[in-house]
């Protein structure tokens, strides 16, 4: 069952529309994309949800990644999106890559931020994201072990159909400084058939520390691929 997702909107009601996922720990809020929103309102309608378990949305205790896409699909319904450019950091790569394969009608383009690939054999503890912050009152901690119970499993439910992501996807990598396996999600990218490979070397956290890069490379890769 889908629940209500809380969630903000900025730039114009016409313009083609972006969402952007964040991921969790101490971005595990619509909040981390602050940065980013100005740099993009001009041109898009700019929707930013918060995910289920996260900042303001309900916590109902169960935490799948086809849960969080059908939450962000059952938004984007509500509030009238077609086609939208989605972009995914961390986690949120993973869901909006999950909504591609659900929701094929909500998804004309494809970013995912330094998201972990899906792993033919199970690698616990792969991926390890930043530590909690001290009072994570925007976050709920059962999310952590659930998600990561996903991430470490081999062949995990989630990355059923990805390789089959049919529109355009830049796969960004955020360089040797980043705990996701780089080489691991250079290759995802040339699975995809429509995929694309860049990276910046910040880390982890691309879109925070280097918004203004961030979002040059977004705009490039759109005005490319048309």
């Known amino acids: 069952m889908t629940v209500d997702l809380s969630y903000a909107v900025h730039g114009p009601d016409a313009a083609p529309v972006a969402v952007l996922l964040h991921g969790m720990g101490e971005e595990s809020h619509r909040g981390s994309w602050d940065a980013v929103v100005p740099l993009l309102e001009d041109e898009y309608r700019v929707i930013v949800p918060e995910l289920r378990g996260h900042g303001r949305s309900p916590r109902p205790g169960s935490y799948l990644m086809s849960e969080m896409a059908d939450d962000v699909g059952a938004l984007l319904d509500g509030l009238g999106v077609g086609k939208a450019t989605v972009i995914g950091h961390s986690m949120g790569g993973i869901v909006a890559m999950v909504l591609a394969v659900r929701r094929p009608d909500l998804v004309g383009r494809l970013v995912v931020e330094d998201s972990p690939p899906p792993r033919a054999t199970p690698v616990p503890g792969f991926f390890a994201p930043p530590p909690l912050p001290p009072n ?25 159909g990805v390789d089959e992501i049919g529109v355009p996807v830049l796969v960004m990598g955020g360089g040797p400084t ?46 490319r691929i048309g």
């Open 136 to 160: 994570p009152t925007e976050y709920d901690k059962v999310t952590r072990p659930a998600i990561l119970r996903e991430l470490d499993g081999a062949s995990p439910a989630w990355a059923q």
């Open 178 to 223: 980043s705990e996701i396996d780089q080489e691991a999600l250079e290759a995802l990218a040339r699975r995809l058939p429509r995929g694309t490979w860049t990276s910046i070397d910040v880390g982890h956290n691309i879109h925070p520390n280097r918004p203004e890069e961030f979002v040059a490379a977004v705009r490039e890769w759109a005005a």
